[in-house]
């Protein structure tokens, strides 16, 4: 695990991009800039879900139900595929309401490497958000990663573009 600083951040070396809601990081609104605003679309997008008609056939039927690969993980979490936008191969948009508490920090970080692993991802670059401070965030992924038997390089990007 690695700190990259302002002028590494947005550079080729990470698989997966993860970036927490415009309000927890400046870094959201750079990448979103770069993508077309992709992610912002997406917040304004009203998500739509089944009519309860369709939802009976398909209990019925026994048909797979059409979901998005990520929605058994977080509806949330917004999968861009990006590597003809940015220089990785996606970006995740993951917003947190942690606000200090330590169970949703940890909730996040599990959302965050559950997606990455399914991905198969084997970097991830975080973007670190406001609301947590880089010295609880970094045990925390540690921990997780070790507890999922996960091996993934993880770098680190502070908010603000003056890190």
Known sequence: MNLLNQSTALL????LWVVPQYEESVWT???????NFIILKNIRHARKNLQPEMNKLI???????????LDSIHSNILLILSDRLV??????H??????GDPKLVQTWIKQ????AKSLK????????PKSIPQTDLIPLF???????????????VQDGLNS
């Open 112 to 115: 965050i490497l559950v997606a």
């Open 29 to 35: 609104g750079t990448i979103d800039w770069m993508m």
């Open 121 to 128: 991802a084997m970097s991830i670059r975080v973007f670190i």
């Open 142 to 156: 540690d921990r997780e990663l070790k507890y999922m038997k996960y091996g993934v390089e993880i770098s680190f």
């Open 87 to 92: 220089p990785n191969r996606w970006v995740i």
């Open 12 to 15: 080729p070396g990470s698989d």
């Open 94 to 99: 993951a917003p947190i309401e942690a606000k």
């Open 59 to 69: 209990e019925q039927t026994e048909f797979p139900s059409p979901k998005a690969p």
